[in-house]
């Protein structure tokens, strides 16, 4: 009785093992999904600019000759500035480009932080992490923002 308790035990603990693994992996494969949807809305910035104001914003928008155009980088704007920056609009639709528009306006205000003296970006003094390829590795850097 005494050998067959030890081996029960021994079972259960394999198979908690075998679960903190599974979620472990399960956890690591989603951060590194996160991680890969962060870098392609990079991307889509990096392509289109990342607009900052809202006269930026208008004139951005007249550069396109189509309204497909004109939604893609009005997607890539508020995809960006919603899952890396973490800046979500009160107003969700995202169907017409002239609604995208005033959602994407106001994030633009919304991340410009007012003090009584001094108006900066809601990034400056924040730490952010940069991940470069060298040697066909991936290198992590931590930095600080200073300025916009």
Known sequence: MRQKYKNSLIEIEKRRQIKVQEQIRGKESARVEKLRQQEMYTQDIIYHGLWQSEFEVDNMILTYQKTSEKFNAM?????????????????????????????????????????????????VEKRVRHRFLEDDKDVWYTGKVISQ
């Open 75 to 123: 997607k890539a704007q508020l995809r960006f500035r919603n899952n890396v920056l973490q800046q979500v609009p009160e107003d969700k639709q995202y169907l017409k480009v002239e609604e995208q528009t005033e959602n994407l306006k106001e994030l633009v205000k919304q991340a410009v932080v007012k003090d009584d003296v001094i108006t900066k970006h809601i990034l």
